[in-house]
């Protein structure tokens, strides 16, 4: 009996590609989302870009470059009005998505199920398919709506991790202070970038030698 399509490509295996989808909104520190980018070109890994229109005017004040220039880092941009996008489908096999910066606005829109945009249906694509969601909340202080906000997105699945720098790695620059925060994001998709300098525990501490 012949044996269906259907039937041969179910029991292949199902890899995940290196696809990332990286999401930029209108909060400052758009330079993590363009450091991400920066990172993920280097590694072999695909990325699809979506970025918000408050995410172009923040990058006007915070950078001299233009979104074309930004769009050109990723392996694809997908316009933030085009919710027929591949990335708003679960159908489209990734590894998640990461959105860096992460504005309240964004971070409001995903926990409630509103999808206004492709940056927010992205997100609720990672979430319904079990695929893992960081949003890098750019914000402070915090009042009790945002933190209920934040719990009930992490009662759905998603990965809250505020952008705040570590000093353990004696940062020497700016730059520093970026990459390793950025490393660390990517470190939450099992992404090795090179630029966190890990933590081994306090040396251990010497004592003399005892005398005979």
Known sequence: MHEPEWAKSSRTDVRVPRRLVIGISG???????IRALEFLRHLDIETHL???KSAE?????ETDLKPSDVCDMASTHHPASDIGASISSGSFSTMGMLIVPCSI???SEIATGVTGSLLSRAADVALKERRRLVLAVRETPLHAGHLRTMTCLAEMGAIVAPIVPAFYNRPQSIDD???HTVGRLLDLFGVESGAVKRWHGRPAKSYPAKKA
């Open 27 to 33: 909060a400052s520190g758009i330079i993590y989302g």
């Open 177 to 179: 202070i970026i990459n």
């Open 57 to 61: 005017m923040t990058l006007a004040y």
């Open 105 to 107: 606005r964004t971070m």
């Open 50 to 52: 979506v970025m918000s």
